[in-house]
């Protein structure tokens, strides 16, 4: 099992950029392929990025391509999203999760594909 915690949200005005991170406590941070969601007031839960476990693929939204990356360091346990040109629809509380993989090309972009969830960070954009 694996916890997971999020950190580094907060408020931005539209343009700037932030970084919300997640590190991953209780088993073998590189067994898992990990993805970033979000969810806004009165929506569900959607797909952000992904990522699989080395790091060597990743997959976006087509609303966040070309602004975010998602990264990660198996070596600090450590999950990343780096997001740039923000929007206010980009206002969300931002979610990290988990997904045990057996193989490294494994990527996934549905929230029922992911065992384990952190608690979140809001993330507000100003226009």
């Known amino acids: 099992q694996v916890q997971l915690v999020e950190s580094g949200g907060g408020l931005v005005q539209a343009g700037g950029s932030l970084r919300v991170s997640c590190v991953a406590f209780?088993?073998?941070?590189?067994?898992?392929?990990m993805g970033w969601f979000r969810q806004a007031p009165g929506k569900t839960r959607e797909f952000v990025a992904a990522?699989?476990?080395?790091?060597?693929?990743?997959d976006y939204a087509d609303s966040v391509k070309g602004r975010f990356t998602i990264s990660r360091d198996n070596a600090q346990n450590t999950l990343n999203l780096q997001m740039n040109s923000l929007k206010p629809e980009d206002t969300a509380v931002y979610y990290c999760a988990a997904k045990k993989s057996y193989d490294l090309f494994t990527i996934a972009t549905m929230t029922y594909d992911y065992d384990y969830w952190g608690q979140g960070t809001q993330v507000t954009v100003s226009s």
């Open positions: 990522i699989t476990r080395t790091g060597a693929n990743t």
């Open positions: 209780g088993s073998t941070f590189s067994n898992y392929a």
